[in-house]
C-alpha cells in the first residue's frame, strides 16, 4: 500500500504555508549563513562526503552542501528494514535535483537479526546496537574509506535530544576525532521548524512519512528503522505502522519474538 492512500494534501499545504512564513524570518536566515559558513570552512578543512537517510534535516543538509560544493559524494544506505517510502523517496529526489548516490547495501538481514531477539525493553536495545553498528555504521565507513574521504557531514542537530545537545555543545558543529577523521554538523543550531523551512523555501521535496501521521506533527517525527524502538512503542509507531502501513504492520506482528 502506498503512502498516497493516507497522504492528508490540505494538512501537507497547511505545514508548508507555515514553514514559508518562517523562512522570511531574521532568525533563520542567520542560522542558515552561519550553516553555509560551517559548511565551507569544512571543505577547505578535509575532503568530506555526505550521508544522507532521507530523513528531513540530512535533505536539507545535503541540498545546501551540494548548492555550495556540488562535487561531494552522497552515502545513503538501504536495509530490508527500511520504511517503505525510503528508496523511491530517495531515488525521485536524486533524480530531480541530479544527485548522483553511492549506494550501500549491509551484508546482514535486519529482519533475521530482530527474528533472533525479542522487542522488549532490554532484549531489544542488546540486539538493536550491535545491529546499527553492523547494518548501518560499518557499511558507510566502508564506502567513505572507498571514496577516499577523511571527514563526513551529518544532519544532526542539538536540538533532537539531551545528548546530542552536550555533544553539539562541547564539540561545534566542525569538529575533529581521535582517529585523524573529521565530522560536520552544520545544522546543529537548528531547530525543526527551520529545517522544513528550508526544504519549502528552496522547493526540496519532503519525505512523505512527515505528513502520514496522526498522532505527532512534522517537528516531532524522527525517521530510523521501521522497528518501533521501546521509547517510540510508547509513543504511538506500533500504531502508526498499523494504520498507514497495514504489510510492514503484519510482519513486524508474525516476527517468531
Given at each position: 500500500?502506498?503512502y498516497?492512500?493516507h497522504?492528508?494534501?490540505a494538512?501537507?499545504?497547511?505545514?508548508?504555508?507555515?514553514?514559508k512564513?518562517?523562512?522570511?524570518?531574521?532568525?533563520?536566515r542567520?542560522?542558515?549563513d552561519?550553516?553555509?559558513r560551517t559548511?565551507?570552512?569544512?571543505a577547505e578543512?578535509?575532503?568530506?562526503?555526505?550521508?544522507?537517510?532521507?530523513?528531513?534535516d540530512?535533505?536539507?543538509?545535503?541540498?545546501?552542501?551540494?548548492?555550495?560544493c556540488?562535487?561531494?559524494p552522497?552515502?545513503?544506505?538501504?536495509d530490508?528494514?527500511?520504511?517503505?517510502?525510503?528508496?523511491q523517496?530517495?531515488?525521485?529526489?536524486a533524480a530531480?535535483?541530479?544527485w548522483?548516490?553511492?549506494?550501500?547495501?549491509?551484508?546482514?538481514?535486519?529482519?533475521e537479526?530482530?527474528?533472533?531477539?525479542?522487542?522488549g525493553?532490554?532484549?531489544?536495545?542488546?540486539?538493536?546496537?550491535?545491529?546499527?553498528?553492523?547494518?548501518?555504521?560499518a557499511?558507510l565507513?566502508?564506502?567513505?574509506?572507498?571514496l577516499?574521504a577523511?571527514?563526513?557531514?551529518?544532519?544532526?542537530?542539538?536540538?533532537?535530544?539531551?545528548?546530542?545537545?552536550v555533544?553539539?555543545?562541547?564539540r561545534?558543529?566542525?569538529?575533529p576525532?581521535?582517529?585523524?577523521?573529521?565530522?560536520?554538523?552544520?545544522?546543529?543550531r537548528?531547530?525543526?521548524?527551520?529545517?522544513?523551512a528550508?526544504?519549502v523555501?528552496?522547493?526540496v521535496e519532503?519525505?512523505?512519512?512527515?505528513?502520514?501521521?496522526?498522532f505527532k506533527?512534522?517537528?516531532e517525527?524522527?525517521?530510523s528503522w521501521a522497528?518501533?524502538t521501546?521509547t517510540?512503542?510508547?509513543?504511538g509507531?506500533l500504531e502508526h505502522?498499523?494504520?498507514?502501513?497495514?504489510?510492514q504492520?503484519?510482519?513486524?506482528?508474525?516476527?517468531?519474538?
Amino acid at each position: 500500500m502506498g503512502y498516497e492512500r493516507h497522504l492528508d494534501p490540505a494538512a501537507a499545504v497547511s505545514h508548508s504555508l507555515r514553514w514559508k512564513l518562517h523562512s522570511r524570518t531574521a532568525g533563520y536566515r542567520r542560522r542558515v549563513d552561519a550553516a553555509r559558513r560551517t559548511i565551507l570552512r569544512a571543505a577547505e578543512t578535509a575532503r568530506f562526503v555526505l550521508a544522507w537517510s532521507t530523513g528531513k534535516d540530512s535533505t536539507a543538509m545535503v541540498h545546501m552542501v551540494r548548492s555550495l560544493c556540488p562535487d561531494t559524494p552522497i552515502m545513503i544506505q538501504f536495509d530490508d528494514c527500511d520504511w517503505p517510502t525510503k528508496r523511491q523517496y530517495a531515488e525521485r529526489v536524486a533524480a530531480h535535483q541530479g544527485w548522483d548516490l553511492h549506494r550501500v547495501e549491509p551484508d546482514v538481514s535486519v529482519w533475521e537479526r530482530m527474528k533472533a531477539g525479542a522487542i522488549g525493553e532490554e532484549d531489544f536495545c542488546a540486539v538493536s546496537h550491535p545491529l546499527t553498528r553492523d547494518a548501518f555504521l560499518a557499511p558507510l565507513a566502508a564506502k567513505q574509506r572507498e571514496l577516499g574521504a577523511d571527514g563526513v557531514y551529518l544532519g544532526l542537530r542539538a536540538a533532537e535530544s539531551r545528548a546530542r545537545k552536550v555533544h553539539l555543545l562541547s564539540r561545534g558543529a566542525l569538529y575533529p576525532l581521535q582517529s585523524g577523521e573529521w565530522r560536520c554538523c552544520p545544522l546543529a543550531r537548528w531547530s525543526a521548524a527551520d529545517v522544513f523551512a528550508y526544504l519549502v523555501a528552496n522547493d526540496v521535496e519532503i519525505n512523505p512519512c512527515y505528513f502520514n501521521n496522526r498522532f505527532k506533527p512534522p517537528e516531532e517525527i524522527r525517521l530510523s528503522w521501521a522497528i518501533p524502538t521501546p521509547t517510540s512503542i510508547r509513543y504511538g509507531d506500533l500504531e502508526h505502522l498499523r494504520f498507514y502501513y497495514p504489510e510492514q504492520f503484519r510482519r513486524l506482528r508474525d516476527l517468531r519474538i
